[in-house]
């Protein structure tokens, strides 16, 4: 909140293999006492669909969102309990005429988790075919932070012309690349690390991955 009025982080989730990222994103702002305002590609929904079996649909958001954030990232429900998304607004990709789709809209900023090849693409290029791609151009052409989790491997040349062209229009471009430092046991750990650097590259406050202190084998020890 600024000055009394919302200011939302924008989240948009693209196609890409990746959907516990997004998740772990969007609790992890829920957490610091951020808005959030959703976008969820049509592509997306068949990568939810088939990573958690969660049919994603505009009448029942919230619901559907409620199932997708309490999942685990092994996939066991009800893994993250108490979630409060009363300060969540969702918009269906669709809408071109949403909100987040003016500059006038006041916004902190956006995360793309994760960012597909197309999407990346998308951007770039300033096609704007959909809400997702029209709020992150918006974001770079307003000058205001742009966090880019592309997940894709290998990436080829046209791909990575694409994520140049992003960091030198102002995008932080953030692979979805996990480290193994902190002392990863579980698949959660991992997950956590990745959405935990995003949130690092937005500036919002976590606790979601043990940072580097300079102690070789400290998490080790930690264990």
Known sequence: MTDGKRTPWVVGVSGASGTPYAAAVLRGLLAAGESVDLVVS????????????????DAHWREDLAQWLGLGADGKPDTFTDLVLDDVRYWPAGDLAAGPSSGSY?????????????????????????????????????RRRLVVAVRETPLNGQTLRHLVALDEAGAVVLPASPAFYAGATHIQDLVDFVAGRVLDAAGVPHRLYRRWEGDLGGARAEG
């Open 42 to 57: 049509r592509a997306s929904r068949l990568t939810l669909l088939d990573e958690t079996g969660i049919a994603f649909r």
């Open 106 to 142: 006041a916004v902190k900023g956006m995360l793309v988790v994760p960012a597909s090849t197309a999407c990346v693409a998308g951007v770039a290029l300033g096609l704007s075919k959909d809400l997702l791609q029209r709020v992150a151009s918006v974001t770079l052409k307003e």
